[in-house]
Each structure stands twice: as structure tokens, then as C-alpha cells.
């Protein structure tokens, strides 16, 4: 028998898949296929996003899975809706009771930076209120792949990457490294606990696993893993429906999820540009944005972002009262592109989080409904804490959490952390256009952003703005101020140069490098002859990822 080969994707030019009943995007094409089944099934969006991110919780548990978080938009033909699926942390999680554990600040990874999962929770609340199948048939094609999926080669550099973090002989190896060795390219894996828990989902529902048996095994878990996480904040935990905020770009709607999610730092960044003059609509292209000066002003206005999420961003309960307004006004919008240099770096210094483990996925139907849902676990494999016996890897999102009680993301009881996450849905004349959304940690703002330029600014179709390579602003580390300036090497020339000599220290990413995130995004495509038609779709999956579009 052959080994399969590692292969990276070759450039050329990148293509929508087209259909007429539905649409499915993500980051693994086993996972689009579990959502276009419910499709098929007679299923509508938000059915195929639960199966979709089910599915993607077993072949992608290194990004997403039962213990991570989720956000939504969720579009039901006539009006947007908002649905916060972040979990808080625990009753006994103040300041000096980490003091106390011997933290002088909250880690990456570890017990103390679990908080409660709230993606299962969001699952069952967006299924109650517009779900059309039976909840048990979501979870069929997650089951069936916990059973046995091939090893891929995203999953195997995950697992190899994790191995060097958390070991080869604990909770986490025994579940995703059990045979003490690297997975074997196209190797059957097989994560049987992780199926069992997935059933008794399927069987009893969400409940179970907030105030049910899964939740007491949970609890006890995470207690004896010294976390500060009870059944009782299990239990408490609730998500909410929320109001979508929006900016105007150019003419089109840009949406997102309020805070405690960094669309209101997406938002932001979009507001900037729009008081900037935009490059030439010949200067996007399968290469990019050709003109330096907008790389480098989106660079630089991407750091302002990220100041105002340091300073601001928070739980919205904790928040001061009109800060959000502020992030979105234009006005602030015009004052802080007036801050920006289009010559050279000004540099604003921000702590950023580094990395992340996510996943995003958009669902269309041909009724006219739409979901743009991310779910994460933050780091890859998350806090590295993985019980053994429900399969369950659990998020490290408290890792954003400071010890410094004036800090606005102070950790406290029962609190909802900031987080790296960002939805999309762009709208023209009050109607979708593209669902959107990335994953990457600090990279999602900025992807949203290069994104949205490139369908409005660029004309681009959303295959050519998924592919094209993008510019970041990075950190060294994790809390780190966002000091370096990284291109992909498909940049023409020019670019690299032109941020060099506006004092840039450039990097150069390795091509279709998954480090630089993963977009997907879904066109609704509107016959301009017959506007109040039914549309079709265009979909596009990013090469950097295991992802094919799933359309119908």
C-alpha cells in the first residue's frame, strides 16, 4: 500500500462551487458534507450548521468541539439575529483565588483557564427557536465520524504540534495519541468515547450536559483537574439572543456580533478604512491588494483596533456604557484614521492574544435563511485538559482574563471573557449578500476587514477574496503587542517594498499557510433583473484549509 502524501495546494485561480437549493462552507470537507445532508434531508440552515459543527467537533476537535464556545448570526429571512453561545467563568474565579493558586497571571493552557463551555447550549437554543429536523439526526453524521474518519494531514501536524505541549502519556495522548506514535497519513482514527458522548447528546439533549450526568461527570472532572468550575456554574449557564451590530462600508452593511466578540473590533477597523480613500478597483486580484499604501494603512489601523479592544473589550455586562457606540461612529471612525501616517509607522502598541484554535462555518437554505456561526476552543487542543472518559477536550478561553482588577477583562465570578471571535454578514439594499467569516485568533478582525475591502473596494467574486493572500499584524507572544507586519509571498513585489520603506519589518508566512487563518464565505447571488427572486449561491472554502464547498 501507498502512503498518502502531504500536498500544498497549487496556485491557481480560485473558483466558486454554484448551486440553487444550498450552500455549506467550513474548514474540513467531511464536515461540509455532514450540513449539506440535512440539506437534503429537508433541513434548513441553522440544522445544517449544528451538523456541520458536530461533525467538525470530531475531524477538527484540535480547533472546535463540545467544550469551546460559539457565536452566531443567524439571518431568518426577514431579520437578523444575534446569539452569544460564550461561556463565563466559575462562582470561585476572583483575583485572589488565583493569587492564591500561585498565579502571578493567567496562563495559555491549564485548569484556570477553562470556562463553562457554552457551544452545546447555543446548539440546542438556535435549534429550539428555527430548527426543523429532529435533534437526534444532527448528530448522525458526527457519530458515524467519531467512529472512524481518516487521518488527515491538518490533524496529524495538530496532534504532533499538541504532543510537544501536553505529552504523550496523559488524558489528552490516551484520547487523540493513543497508539504513542504520529498518526499515519490517511490512518483510520477512531475516538469512541467522544461518539458515546455524542449519542447521549443526541439522545437527551442539551440538558445533559449542563444539569444532567454528563454534567456531573464534568464537574468532578474539572474539579479533580484543580479548575474553578462547579456543577452549579454548569447549571447557571445560559446563552442569550442579542441585537447584531452593524457599520455602513461604501454602501454595503457590515454585521457582526456585539461584545463580548471582536466584531465590534472588525467594525471598527471597517470604519477606519472608510474614511480613507480606497486604492483603484484594478488593484485587487488573485494576488492581492496590489497598492502598498493600503496594506500599510490597514496594518496600521488594525493596531488602533486592537488598542481599543485592550482598553474596552470585555463582557458587556462590564463594559462602560457607551463604549460600543463609540468603537462604531464614524466620527471616531474619521478621528482615528486621521491618526494614521500614509508614509510611515506610527506604531500603536496593544496587547493581543496570540494564535487560536477555531473553526467558522456559514449555512444557506433555499428558503432564504442563512447562519454565519464560529465555534472555538481557542488554542490548539485548548487548555490540554481532555477527559478521558466523555472524549471532551476543554476550551482555555479564561486565558484572556487579567489579574489586574482595573483592567476591564478582569477576571471575576461568573463573568464572560473578550474573545478573539467574529462572525460576518454582508448586506446590500437591506438583503444578504455574503455570509463570511474566519478563523486565526488576533488574524480575525484583520481577515474580516481584507475580506470585505475585497468584495466592495476590489469587485473581487468570494473564491478570489478567500484565496488571496493577506497581510497581518502579529505578536511575538501571546499577550505580546502586535509589533510584526507578516505578508504572504504571493504579494506582487511592490508591496513587500512599499511597507519596507515606510518602516515595516516585514515577514514573509510560508504560502497557503494555515497559520494566516481560514476564511469561507457563501454569495447569495441576486438576478438584478428579478431582485425579490430567490437567490443562488456562490461558495468558496480557503485552501489554507481541508475545506470544499458543500452546495445542492
Not at 449519542?199 to 484543580?226: F, I, Q, T, V
Not at 462572525?423 to 481584507?450: C, N, Y
Request: include cysteine.
Amino acid at each position: 500500500m501507498t502512503e498518502a502524501v502531504d500536498h500544498q495546494p497549487a496556485l491557481a485561480p480560485a473558483r466558486p462551487a454554484y448551486g440553487t437549493r444550498g450552500a455549506v462552507v467550513g474548514p474540513h470537507h467531511l464536515a461540509t458534507q455532514a450540513g449539506l445532508a440535512m440539506l437534503r434531508a429537508g433541513g434548513n440552515a441553522v440544522d445544517a450548521a449544528i451538523a456541520t459543527n458536530a461533525a467538525l467537533a470530531v475531524v477538527s476537535a484540535h480547533s472546535c468541539g463540545l467544550g469551546g464556545d460559539a457565536f452566531w448570526l443567524i439571518w431568518d429571512g426577514g431579520r437578523l439575529h444575534g446569539l452569544n453561545g460564550s461561556g463565563r467563568s466559575g462562582a470561585g474565579a476572583t483575583i485572589e483565588a488565583a493569587r492564591s493558586a500561585g498565579l502571578e497571571e493567567i496562563p495559555l493552557r491549564g485548569p484556570w483557564t477553562v470556562t463553562v463551555p457554552g457551544a452545546v447550549r447555543s446548539w440546542g437554543d438556535a435549534h429550539s427557536r428555527f430548527g426543523r429536523l429532529p435533534w437526534a439526526d444532527l448528530f448522525r453524521p458526527a457519530i458515524e465520524l467519531a467512529e472512524a474518519f481518516p487521518a488527515s494531514p491538518g490533524w496529524r501536524r495538530a496532534v504532533e504540534r499538541a504532543a510537544k505541549l501536553f505529552g504523550t502519556d496523559g488524558d489528552w495522548a490516551r484520547t487523540f495519541r493513543p497508539h504513542d506514535r504520529a498518526w499515519r497519513a490517511g490512518e483510520r482514527v477512531s475516538l469512541p468515547r467522544l461518539a458515546q458522548t455524542l449519542r447521549r447528546l443526541a439522545a437527551d439533549g442539551p440538558d445533559d450536559y449542563y444539569a444532567g450526568n454528563l454534567a456531573a461527570r464534568h464537574a468532578s472532572y474539572l474539579g479533580e483537574r484543580g479548575a474553578p468550575l462547579t456543577g452549579a456554574d454548569l447549571a447557571a449557564h445560559h446563552s442569550d439572543w442579542t441585537e447584531p451590530i452593524a457599520v455602513d462600508y461604501r454602501g454595503a452593511r457590515a454585521t457582526s456580533h456585539a461584545p463580548n466578540s471582536s466584531g465590534a473590533v472588525a467594525l471598527e477597523l471597517l470604519t477606519i478604512l472608510a474614511a480613507l480613500e480606497p486604492p483603484p478597483h484594478d488593484a485587487f486580484d488573485g494576488r492581492g491588494c496590489h497598492d502598498p499604501r493600503w496594506v500599510h494603512l490597514g496594518l496600521e489601523a488594525a493596531r488602533l483596533a486592537f488598542a481599543d479592544r485592550d482598553a474596552f473589550l470585555t463582557d458587556p455586562e462590564a463594559m462602560a456604557p457607551g463604549t460600543l457606540e463609540r468603537m462604531l461612529d464614524p466620527a471616531y471612525g474619521v478621528q482615528q484614521a486621521a491618526r494614521l501616517d500614509p508614509t510611515r509607522v506610527v506604531g500603536t502598541p496593544a496587547y493581543v492574544p496570540a494564535g487560536g484554535g477555531t473553526v467558522y462555518l456559514a449555512t444557506a437554505d433555499a428558503e432564504g435563511m442563512a447562519v454565519s456561526l464560529i465555534e472555538s476552543n481557542y488554542a490548539g487542543f485548548g487548555s490540554g485538559l481532555v477527559d478521558p472518559e466523555t472524549g471532551v477536550g476543554f476550551q482555555n478561553r479564561g486565558a484572556f482574563f487579567r489579574l489586574d482588577p482595573g483592567h476591564p477583562n478582569a477576571l471575576a465570578p461568573r463573568k464572560r471573557t473578550m474573545h478573539t471571535l467574529a462572525p460576518g454578514m454582508l448586506f446590500r439594499e437591506g438583503r444578504p449578500w455574503v455570509v463570511h467569516g474566519a478563523m486565526g485568533g488576533e488574524l480575525q478582525p484583520q481577515i474580516f476587514a481584507q475580506l470585505v475591502s475585497a468584495l466592495v473596494d476590489g469587485g473581487s467574486d468570494v473564491a478570489t477574496a478567500v484565496a488571496a493572500p493577506r497581510w497581518a499584524a502579529e505578536v511575538v507572544r501571546h499577550a505580546g503587542p502586535a509589533t510584526r507586519t507578516v505578508l504572504e509571498p504571493r504579494f506582487v513585489l511592490e508591496v513587500a517594498a512599499g511597507l519596507r520603506a515606510r518602516g515595516h519589518r516585514v515577514e514573509s508566512a510560508a504560502p497557503f499557510d494555515s497559520a494566516m487563518g481560514h476564511a469561507h464565505a457563501i454569495e447569495l447571488v441576486r438576478d438584478a433583473a428579478a431582485p425579490e427572486a430567490a437567490p443562488t449561491f456562490a461558495a468558496a472554502t480557503d485552501p489554507r484549509s481541508e475545506g470544499a464547498p458543500a452546495v445542492w
